[in-house]
T-cell receptor, first 109, second 115 residues
Framework: GQNIDQPTEMTATEGAIVQINCTYQ??????LFWYQQHAGEAPTFLSY??LDGLEEKGRFSSFLSRSKGYSYLLLKELQMKDSASYLC??????????WGAGTKLIIKP | GAVVSQHPSWVICKSGTSVKIECRSL??????MFWYRQFPKQSLMLMAT?????????EQGVEKDKFLINHASLTLSTLTVTSAHPEDSSFYIC???????????FGPGTRLLVL
């Protein structure tokens, strides 16, 4: 079966750095997406990785290791507005997005 | 980035009525649109995938006669919840992409409350 694992909840302090991990086992791989979802809102696109390595985009970076079936989202200089759920999703061999359950990130002052 | 709109953003209706939700890609042509449902504090659940001009593909457990999907153009898909009941109350979100390898962009969602 297809499976995506990410922690259910994480807590971090404003101004700090947090890393949200995602491991996956899917039938094929055509890329991995990270989305941010604030409570009561729809997801918004953060990043897409299809090759191994780190992609940096401002305060957010995303890393991929295809051989390990592993990705992480790194958030730096955390702000209160970063409190949200972060969803990991893998595009499988049928070009279907397989979603993780999401990681709820709580930022404390 | 690509913009996807949904209308209406909120619907309150009586049990037994039908509700239509529109999803539009505003600045790109969406070959594929997706409909999701999300209950409070739960994960996104894919309901169906629709490609322009063809019948939607429904996920297991989703009744195609209850959730009618039409994707008549490259910029518009509609979801009609027929004979809605209180258990259909949920957050319905559409997303769209231009191609199989492209990013899915989400609409803002529609909150449905069936009384």
């Amino acid at each position: 079966g297809q499976n995506i694992d990410q922690p259910t909840e994480m807590t971090a302090t404003e101004g700090a750095i947090v890393q949200i991990n995602c491991t996956y086992q899917t039938s094929g791989f055509n890329g991995l997406f990270w989305y941010q979802q604030h409570a009561g809102e729809a997801p918004t696109f953060l990043s897409y990785n299809v090759l191994d390595g780190l992609e940096e985009k401002g305060r957010f970076s995303s890393f991929l290791s295809r051989s390990k079936g592993y990705s992480y989202l790194l958030l730096k200089e955390l702000q209160m507005k970063d409190s949200a759920s972060y969803l990991c999703a893998v595009l499988d061999s049928n070009y279907q997005l397989i979603w993780g359950a999401g990681t709820k990130l709580i930022i404390k002052p | 980035g690509a913009v996807v709109s949904q209308h209406p953003s909120w619907v309150i209706c009586k049990s037994g009525t039908s509700v239509k939700i529109e999803c539009r890609s505003l600045d790109f042509q969406a070959t594929t649109m997706f409909w999701y449902r999300q209950f409070p504090k739960q994960s996104l659940m894919l309901m169906a995938t629709s490609n322009e001009g063809s019948k939607a593909t429904y996920e297991q457990g989703v009744e195609k006669d209850k959730f009618l999907i039409n994707h008549a153009s490259l910029t518009l898909s509609t979801l009609t919840v027929t004979s809605a009941h209180p258990e259909d109350s949920s957050f319905y979100i559409c997303s769209a992409r231009t191609g199989v390898m492209e990013t899915q962009y989400f609409g803002p969602g529609t909150r449905l409350l069936v009384l």
